[in-house]
């Protein structure tokens, strides 16, 4: 089992939908979160951090993290063609070394 | 702002060669970490570096080493490359002084090819 789960995808969603990511994860010792947006071909691009239960907003983003579940979120709203990506879940653990540890990534589509 | 600068972006090599990939963290930055993303794959932890320290490894294969200068920029030293060794190569970098929640911010990648 791999430590930092998503579903592959592709997940499709019209314009001006909202899309919702979701990354599961085993270490129940992991403390910090982050979603990355990465295009074909490009390096990793950070969307959000989050560490503490509950939700985190910034701007059309929404993080939400439930450590009970080992359970985090990207919620976009208001999708457009250009968050079309594929976006990446990474997780630290603790005496991880503060190295990043990826899902697969969840490929997103924002269709017209 | 300055970002992480890597070099070079793009490096054709045949099978048994070495090649060296290069890496100059956002200034004031003192950990940097390299990462191998293979076709379709996620990013791989490869081997990070604190204070020209190595402070963790990961996946790393034996035929690659990597250090720290005093000037921070690191550098992913591979030898007798193997055709499976094509992939991305990401650097990232952060301050290593606010623990975990700190960023790593990545550079753009070196594209390695192996013929």
């Not at chain 1, 071909?41 to 059309?60: A, C, Q, T, V, W």
Request: include cysteine; charge should be neutral.
């Amino acid at each position: 089992q791999k430590e930092v789960e998503q579903n592959s995808g592709p997940l499709s969603v019209p314009e001006g939908a909202i899309a919702s990511l979701n990354c599961t994860y085993s270490d129940r010792g992991s403390q910090s979160f982050f979603w990355y947006r990465q295009y074909s071909g490009k390096s990793p691009e950070l969307i959000m951090f989050i560490y503490s239960n509950g939700d985190k907003e910034d701007g059309r983003f929404t993080a939400q993290l439930n450590k009970a579940s080992q359970y985090v979120s990207l919620l976009i709203r208001d999708s457009q063609p250009s968050d079309s990506a594929t976006y990446l879940c990474a997780v630290i653990v603790t005496g991880g070394g503060n190295k990043l540890t990826f899902g697969t990534g969840t490929q997103l589509k924002v269709e017209l | 702002a300055a970002g992480v600068i890597q070099s070079p972006r793009h490096l054709i090599k045949e099978k048994r060669e070495t090649a060296t990939l290069k890496c100059y963290p956002i200034p004031r930055h003192d950990t940097v970490y390299w990462y191998q993303q293979g076709p379709g794959q996620d990013p791989q932890f490869l081997i990070s570096f604190y204070e020209k320290m190595q402070s963790d490894k990961g996946s790393i294969p034996d035929r690659f080493s990597a250090q720290q200068f005093s000037d921070y920029h690191s550098e992913l030293n591979m030898s007798s490359l193997e055709l499976g060794d094509s992939a991305l190569y990401f650097c990232a970098s952060r301050t290593g002084t606010s623990g975990p929640q700190e960023t790593q911010y990545f550079g753009p990648g070196t594209r390695l090819l192996v013929l």
